[in-house]
T-cell receptor, first 115, second 110 residues
Framework: KAGVTQTPRYLIKTRGQQVTLSCSPISGHRSVSWYQQTPGQGLQFLFEYFSETQRNKGNFPGRFSGRQFSNSRSEMNVSTLELGDSALYLC??????????????FGPGTRLTVL | EDQVTQSPEALRLQEGESSSLNCSYTVSGLRGLFWYRQDPGKGPEFLFTLYSAGEEKEKERLKATLTKKESFLHITAPKPEDSATYLCAGRGGSNYKLTFGKGTLLTVNP
């Protein structure tokens, strides 16, 4: 089975712009989560989607949003980019229903640099 | 609020020198403790899931154990290719969110 794929792998944007990142989960996986990883804060949870519905949300401002499509693919959007948004954005997928304990598998990440 | 704390932040070992990494957690209603390995510039790679105190799992030179407050990742006779950041995460709480520690950067010198 192919793993979790994320596109693009690298992005450079300027402050004030917006960006959309894409994630394709492992085939058969219905839940997709997004994380932001920075050297200072580590991995921080953004949100989780299941069956096109947001199930959980982390403590990020409303500039960060996401959605999930009927084929389980997901996108996240960051509007009005700030320098502090520079990070590795990771997508992870898992099989089952929200609340289950099955394992999350991560994609390679999208490295976003905001200038 | 759920918390996961890993120690040490960084660990440098000589090849063959065994050691342990610690993960302390306060996660309400823990429904799984996960260990991942992350190489620079890559996404975390799944290693183990532990569900209940007393559980142990092994994979090659790695063994993970779980108590009611901590998890340990024991590395036996490490090799340079074991160098990576090791992340611990707990799933629990009312919304079953996964909370990560900040990781331990392991360097194994030949």
């Amino acid at each position: 089975k192919a793993g979790v794929t994320q596109t693009p792998r690298y992005l450079i944007k300027t402050r004030g712009q917006q960006v959309t990142l894409s994630c394709s989960p492992i085939s058969g996986h219905r839940s997709v989560s997004w994380y932001q990883q920075t050297p200072g804060q580590g991995l921080q949870f953004l949100f989780e989607y299941f069956s096109e519905t947001q199930r959980n949300k982390g403590n990020f401002p409303g500039r960060f949003s996401g959605r999930q499509f009927s084929n389980s693919r997901s996108e996240m959007n960051v509007s009005t980019l700030e320098l502090g948004d520079s990070a590795l954005y990771l997508c992870a997928s898992r099989e089952g229903l929200a609340g289950s304990t099955d394992t999350q598998y991560f994609g390679p990440g999208t490295r976003l640099t905001v200038l | 609020e759920d918390q996961v704390t890993q120690s040490p932040e960084a660990l440098r070992l000589q090849e063959g020198e065994s050691s342990s990494l610690n993960c302390s957690y306060t996660v309400s209603g823990l429904r799984g403790l996960f260990w991942y390995r992350q190489d620079p510039g890559k996404g975390p790679e799944f290693l183990f899931t532990l569900y209940s105190a007393g559980e142990e799992k092994e994979k090659e030179r790695l063994k993970a154990t779980l108590t009611k407050k901590e998890s340990f990742l024991h590395i036996t006779a490490p090799k340079p290719e074991d160098s990576a950041t090791y992340l611990c995460a707990g799933r629990g709480g009312s919304n079953y969110k996964l909370t990560f520690g900040k990781g331990t950067l392991l360097t194994v010198n030949p």
